[in-house]
């Protein structure tokens, strides 16, 4: 077809992947055609302004590699990804929830036995985690996988040293026959998302501060339950209403405590769904 | 704010914006937030899903390097780049239609006196072009900054040779007094754009062909005139009607005729709009 308009273009480019084989592809991308052109039409995208877009997203490509994940950065920033997680993870009250995976997880840490320290080095004060993994009928989840990562006192992940060579406050574990855990880490601080980047350019342009409330990751799997990725929050911390990535929920809220020996413990049961 | 949920995340997301300072970006970074919000919705996004798109944008941004355009080969098979030229490229009955830009311009091409040959051993017949730029009322344009670039017989651009050193069938001449241009190149073909890269497996997956119609690219600029960014696509060609870029307008279409020599001759006048 020739002399498109504007008008007229949509339906073209939807007729011309008509013949996409797998279906859930073919609706995916109408849409995702869709809505696009439809985001240009109502702001008037200029010429100009399309090159700058073409421009920002080849610098995120630019900024990411095995280590910084400068897409998954903008794609939480934007709350995109915050909210496929409220679109995949809507589960029976008192399951634990979700939270995003953000751009820090390395797959294959090393794997420790319980009670653990992996903090390798990393900075700050000692900090025992304890809990269990249950089901929702309060059964003990043995064996399950618990992958475990954060950012040390200076609010920095292992990764983000550019000498990078050992794992540091990160690890894998497997729950004991009552669904118990137990580990030694540091006491992890609110940090600032890396600004070093285009999504800094971002926040810069819109105002936002770039900072998390302190956290700690999670990734929990076990056969015949739902894999539940989310953070636990520490309670107090001045950011939770703020989050740069939108991903704070009340229950995922929790206190480190403060022991007499001036190490901290935190105790956190998480309830998986069933599968 | 906290326990976002799918339905109360856009809004917090466009709450956490609205100290952007210069307004029409934040104009577009909003409908850009609501749109994409939306889409993810509509299609009920899988993680897995929003997984493949940030590895898919990641691949796109590690092919882009100076000689290759992958987010420009993305929006132009997307139907973007031309929608956003449509937006833009509204003009009097009469002026010369604009098209794509395209991922194969180069600045700071090399400056050709008018009669010269720029072929520099690109591959197929001669020929010579000619034409003039005008404005909408008949006058002549002098002088004015024509950017030529194209294809060889093989279909290939001069920066997809992996050994480019030297500029091919790309050029810039200034109009004469009357507004008159002529050179001398080669004549181009049609052409697939690039097929290996995340943009070629996209076309794979939705069982679209990768042709483009044969074309000579322009991009006309003269002071007190709007710029034009256009091509002239040759009359006959198969894929007039299915460009895969969707750039084709019947009034860019014109016949490159064959001389008795052998070698061929293409007139073509372009009509500016005022600025």
């Not at 900024?63 to 915050?82: C, N, P, Q, V």
Request: hydrophobic share 35%; with cysteine.
């Amino acid at each position: 077809m020739r002399n498109l308009s504007e008008d007229t273009i949509t339906q073209e480019v939807l007729d011309r992947i008509a013949g996409t084989k797998n279906e859930r592809t073919k609706e995916v991308l109408s849409e995702l055609i869709q809505h696009l052109h439809d985001f240009a039409r109502k702001v008037r995208l200029t010429e100009q302004e399309w090159l700058q877009g073409i421009e920002f997203l080849t610098a995120v490509g630019h900024k990411t590699d095995e280590k910084r994940h400068e897409f998954i950065l903008l794609s939480d920033t934007l709350g995109l990804s915050m909210l496929t997680v409220c679109i995949n993870n809507s589960k029976p009250v008192g399951c634990t929830e979700a939270t995003v995976f953000g751009p820090f997880h390395v797959p294959n840490a090393p794997e420790f036995a319980l009670g653990a320290d992996i903090a390798n080095g990393a900075k700050g004060s000692a900090c025992h985690v304890s809990g269990r993994v249950l089901g929702l009928k309060g059964e003990a989840i043995e064996n399950a996988h618990m992958d475990v990562w954060q950012a040390d006192e200076e609010g920095v992940y292992d990764v983000q040293n550019p000498n990078f060579t050992e794992h540091r406050a990160r690890g894998i574990f497997r729950t004991a026959p009552d669904g118990s855990y137990r580990f030694t880490t540091v006491v992890g601080e609110s940090y600032p998302i890396p600004t070093d980047g285009p999504v800094g350019d971002m926040l810069a342009a819109t105002g936002r501060h770039p900072w998390r409330p302190a956290h700690l990751h999670f990734k929990i799997t076990a056969p015949g339950y739902q894999t539940l990725v989310t953070h636990v929050f520490r309670e107090g911390d001045k950011y939770l209403d703020s989050d740069a990535v939108f991903g704070v929920r009340e229950n995922l809220i929790a206190p480190w405590t403060k022991n007499a020996d001036g190490e901290f413990s935190l105790k956190y049961d998480f309830i998986l769904n069933r599968a």
